[in-house]
């Protein structure tokens, strides 16, 4: 399967022959999934806080030499 067909599906909310998609989360035990959805998305705020700004300006300045020496 092509991305662009995976994207037009997922913006329709249905496979392009009139089927449902395939649902992501089967087979997984449903409060596993929301405990992790939760602690996605507060875990990098939390973790920037925690932070001095001296430690977040070096892990951003490894983060740029290791995106530049590709």
Not at 24 to 53: F, I, M, Q, T, Y
């Amino acid at each position: 399967m092509t991305v662009g067909r995976r994207v037009v599906e997922q913006i329709i909310g249905e496979k392009l022959t009139g089927g449902q998609l395939d649902d992501p989360n089967k087979g997984k035990n449903p409060a596993a999934v929301a405990l992790g959805k939760l602690g996605g998305a507060k875990g990098g705020a939390a973790r920037a806080a925690a932070l001095s700004p001296r430690k977040r300006k070096m892990i951003a300045k490894k983060a740029a030499e290791a995106r530049w020496k590709k």
